[in-house]
T-cell receptor, first 110, second 112 residues
């Protein structure tokens, strides 16, 4: 069974902290994605990666960075967390037409 | 990628067919129509996609109008587990174009 896992389901951090959200897929997929989901706004793409060490900005990259050192792992980094980054964060991977999503991490920044 | 328009919410009786419409009047010739759904507290799940022809799989059927300006996702015998937000997405296909733009979708509620 294909799997995308995310390091935490729930996370609480303080303003100004550096936050790492980890995503791992076991399907040997080339492409990986980070989204955030907020009520009334749907899913919005933050960053994506087509290959190891490659990254592309999505629609809302400000305040975020990413790292892809290995094919199976894609990390989202909040350099200095702010309250407006409180959200549900979803990771996905794909090889062709279908994206497989992880269960999400609900991040609260106080 | 073309923009899509979906009703914000719909109800359907359990056991009946659920028909979810999507308008994509600005779709271009090389853009596919995709459907995903998101059950509460889970990540989105792929359902089906198509270009011109109608498509069917074990989950649903996709009917695309001849002019391709709209489509309908059909869940033939809705169950309570089909209660979810359904997203209609249009994007260019092919390798290197896997990026999806999700809208706010249709919240489908299956009524017992």
């Amino acid at each position: 069974d294909v799997k995308v896992t995310q390091s935490s389901r729930y996370l609480v951090k303080r303003t100004g902290e550096k936050v790492f959200l980890e995503c791992v897929q076991d399907m040997d997929h080339e492409n990986m994605f980070w989204y955030r989901q907020d009520p009334g706004l749907g899913l919005r793409l933050i960053y994506f990666s087509y290959d190891v060490k490659m990254k592309e900005k999505g629609d809302i990259p400000e305040g975020y960075s990413v790292s892809r050192e290995k094919k199976e792992r894609f990390s989202l980094i909040l350099e200095s967390a702010s309250t407006n980054q409180t959200s549900m964060y979803l990771c996905a991977s794909s090889q062709w037409y279908e994206q497989f999503f992880g269960p999400g991490t609900r991040l609260t920044v106080l | 990628d073309a923009k899509t328009t979906q009703p914000p919410s719909m109800d359907c009786a359990e056991g009946r067919a659920a028909n979810l419409p999507c308008n994509h009047s600005t779709i271009s010739g090389n853009e596919y129509v995709y459907w995903y759904r998101q059950i509460h507290s889970q990540g989105p799940q792929y359902i089906i996609h198509g270009l011109k022809n109608n498509e069917t799989n074990e989950m649903a059927s996709l009917i695309i109008t001849e002019d391709r300006k709209s489509s309908t996702l059909i869940l033939p015998h809705a169950t309570l587990r089909d209660t979810a937000v359904y997203y209609c997405i249009v994007r260019v296909g092919g390798f290197g174009n896997e990026k999806l733009t999700f809208g706010t979708g249709t919240r489908l509620t299956i009524i017992p």
